[in-house]
């Protein structure tokens, strides 16, 4: 009954190759982010999308392209991997599409690229 | 643009005595304020919030924060430190006119509680 997951937790992976991150929530959330967590722990915000509807959209290239079948899933799909992928990326969701409520973290997906 | 600045990159504080981080932000209106904190591993958690009201809020294990709009902070406070409050913890903002539905972090500040 976890609240926000993500698959996989783990991943290991050549330059170039084509991978995806699955996340879902049971909260019943509106909203729901991707966050890139670097090796000195920065976060930074990737993608929002509010029912389905992309509404953040930072500078991320091309490679990484968000899909949100209904409101309870996001998933993150990335082409071409790059060394500098390498990251521990956060699913996260919240309530509505207001900015006062708290998000809601999974516990990370840890992508290696080698 | 909204920003977040915690200044510390570590806090070291002895188990028992009260641990303060800091945090200032800015932004364009009004400050949505949160705290989160992250422990090895494991995903963000929620601490707590400032959204309106009374300046001096009340979260998650004991931790509270007050908002001081002169000085644009919006520092965590705990009065006795525990050693499981080791952690890297996590200030944060969003506005209604920041950006819309984005919530901006800080870099982090990682206390370290000692025995």
């Known amino acids: 009954d976890t609240a926000v997951s993500q698959t996989p937790k783990y991943l290991v992976t050549q330059m170039g190759n084509d991978k995806s991150i699955k996340c879902e929530q049971n909260?019943?959330?509106?909203?729901m982010y991707w966050y890139k967590q670097d090796s000195k722990k920065f976060l930074k915000i990737m993608f929002s999308?509010?029912?389905?509807?992309?509404?953040i959209n930072e500078t991320v290239p091309n490679r990484f392209s968000p899909k949100s079948p209904d409101k309870a899933h996001l998933n993150l799909h990335i082409n071409s991997l790059e060394l500098g992928d390498s990251a521990v990326y956060f699913c996260?969701?919240?309530?509505?599409?207001?900015?006062?409520?708290?998000?809601?973290f999974g516990e990370g997906s840890r992508l290696t690229v080698l | 643009a909204q920003s977040v600045a915690q200044p510390e990159d570590q806090v070291n504080v002895a188990e028992g005595n009260p641990l303060t981080v800091k945090c200032t932000y800015s932004?364009?209106?009004?400050?949505?304020l949160f705290w989160y904190v992250q422990y090895p591993n494991r995903g963000l958690q929620f601490l707590l919030k400032?959204?309106?009201?009374?300046?001096l809020v009340k979260g998650s294990y004991g931790f509270e924060a007050e908002f001081n709009k002169s000085q644009t902070s919006f520092h965590l406070k705990k009065p006795s430190a525990l050693v499981s409050d080791s952690a890297l913890y996590f200030c944060?903002?969003?506005?209604?006119?920041?950006?819309?539905?984005?919530?901006?972090f800080g870099t982090g500040t990682q206390l370290k509680v000692e025995l």
């Open positions: 932004v364009s209106g009004n400050p949505y």
């Open positions: 944060a903002v969003s506005s209604l006119t920041g950006g819309g539905n984005k919530l901006t």
């Open positions: 400032y959204i309106t009201g009374d300046n």
């Open positions: 909260l019943g959330h509106d909203t």
């Open positions: 996260a969701s919240r309530q509505g599409n207001f900015n006062t409520g708290e998000l809601f």
């Open positions: 999308y509010n029912n389905k509807e992309l509404i």
